[in-house]
């Protein structure tokens, strides 16, 4: 979710510096390059080398020790950050800044850069609440700099009070936001994708299912994130490692996909239904392990809800995607499922091609939608298919707007 993206920590002195580690590493795990400078004070509370194991860089704190000849670090610093959050702030950095004073590393970097700066305050509730620092934060806010307001709690000093360091987790979740690319054609739309098979329980030891990869979902939730989806993907049992910034939920029967679809249909904007859901499954779960006999044996087996019928029935304001796979009549028998179910549009998967199908990193499509489109999409990688053809049910339902449903 932060790849690629560039945060610069400035580190000021209060017992809240521990908390900056966690954020430090929180933002690296998500994948920032963050860099690190900090103030003599910060350094009383934790040493450099611990923020320069969790950034991976260098950390900064004097501003005559140049590391690299050809540049100037506080200026190579305050270009090269795409964000700078002070964490902790201390009321001593507020009143600096707001005061255009620069005597050391993080106040002359705060000072030479271009990029937003976000100051995140700790400190004794007293001093939270004194005029003049009231006074600076409200000069900063004027001149365009964000402050993530510190939160209510037993304070280190033995008050209790405003003046906690905002949990490292909001930080993070506020970074990201900030990042998340406005303007494109999903921002603010929540998708909802299933993905995978299911399994359905015979004993504690076996199950039934089928050999569904779980890759195609998996690529329409890349794809809907990357065109700006707040995308949640409920997934059966696979083997693939999440795309980045989806939320996953991970379910294994067809009933608990149901209860995890249902929870997150009413908002919904868009579903889609890749999840090869099992049909049946056996009319009992053993408690034990059945044991084997000389005879032969059957498992009763009953039907499973079918879930994209029955968010059809609930269907409002959702654009509802169904999958099929078919292996002759591909584009009756899609038709018919697409009526049958009141979907919007169906991705039908002709199993006979030996390019697409099951586990293959390609598919061969053929969207239909109840507007009348029929479009076959030719063997390609199933990433390229997946945003080709969210791309088409945007611009079909944007430009169509005749879905009456
Ligand atoms: N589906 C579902 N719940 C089920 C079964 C299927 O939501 N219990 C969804 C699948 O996720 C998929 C679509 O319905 O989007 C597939 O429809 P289905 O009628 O099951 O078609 P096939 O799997 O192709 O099976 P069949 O041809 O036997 O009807």
Redesign the pocket.
């Known amino acids: 979710m932060l790849a690629n993206k560039k945060i610069l920590i400035c580190v000021t002195g209060g017992i809240a510096v521990y908390k900056a580690v966690a954020l430090v590493s929180k933002l690296s795990q998500a994948g920032a390059d963050v860099k690190v400078v900090m103030t003599k004070s910060a350094m009383e509370f934790v040493t450099p080398l611990t923020f320069q194991a969790m950034s991976r860089n260098d950390v900064y704190f004097d501003t005559f020790d140049e590391k690299d000849s050809r540049v100037i670090a506080h200026i190579d610093l305050a270009d090269w950050a795409d964000l700078v959050i002070v964490a902790p702030a201390t009321a001593n950095v507020i009143g600096k800044v707001a005061n255009g004073i620069s005597d050391d590393m993080v106040t002359t970097v705060l000072l030479a850069t271009t990029a937003e700066v976000w100051f995140a305050p700790a400190m004794n509730v007293n001093m939270y609440e004194k005029r003049s620092v009231i006074r600076n934060i409200d000069t900063l806010a004027k001149d365009g700099y964000r402050f993530i307001e510190p939160s209510e709690g037993f304070l280190a000093c033995g008050y209790v009070g405003k003046g906690r360091l905002e949990e490292p987790e909001k930080i993070v979740k506020l970074v990201q936001e900030n990042f998340v690319p406005k303007n494109l054609p999903l921002t603010g739309k929540k998708v909802v994708i299933?993905a995978g098979p299911t399994r359905e329980r015979i004993d504690p030891v076996r199950y039934v299912s089928n050999f569904s990869s779980g890759k195609m979902g998996y690529a329409m939730a890349e794809a809907a994130t990357k065109l700006g989806a707040k995308t949640i993907l409920v997934s059966g049992p696979v083997s693939l490692n999440p795309p980045s910034g989806v939320q996953v939920i991970h379910v294994e029967s067809?009933a608990e996909m149901f209860e995890a679809v249902s929870r997150n249909y009413d908002d919904a904007e868009i579903v889609i239904?890749?999840?090869?859901?099992?049909?049946y499954r056996p009319a009992e779960i053993h408690p034990q392990k059945i044991k084997k006999s000389d005879s032969d044996s059957v498992i009763n087996l009953e039907r499973?809800?079918?879930?994209?019928?029955t968010l059809g029935e609930r269907k409002q304001q959702q654009i509802l995607v169904?999958?099929?796979?078919?292996t002759e009549n591909v584009i009756e028998?899609g038709m018919g499922?697409l009526e049958r179910?009141n979907l919007d549009f169906i991705i039908i998967n002709d199993v006979t091609d030996p390019d697409g199908g099951f586990g293959n990193d390609t598919n061969v499509v053929t969207l239909l939608s109840k507007n009348g489109t029929n479009k076959l999409y030719p063997a390609m990688p199933k990433n390229d298919l997946a945003t080709l053809l969210l791309e088409a049910i945007i611009e079909e339902v944007k430009v169509g707007n005749s879905h009456d449903r």
């Open positions: 299933t067809a239904k890749a999840a090869a859901v099992a049909d499973t809800t079918d879930i994209l019928k169904g999958f099929a796979a078919e028998n499922k179910k």
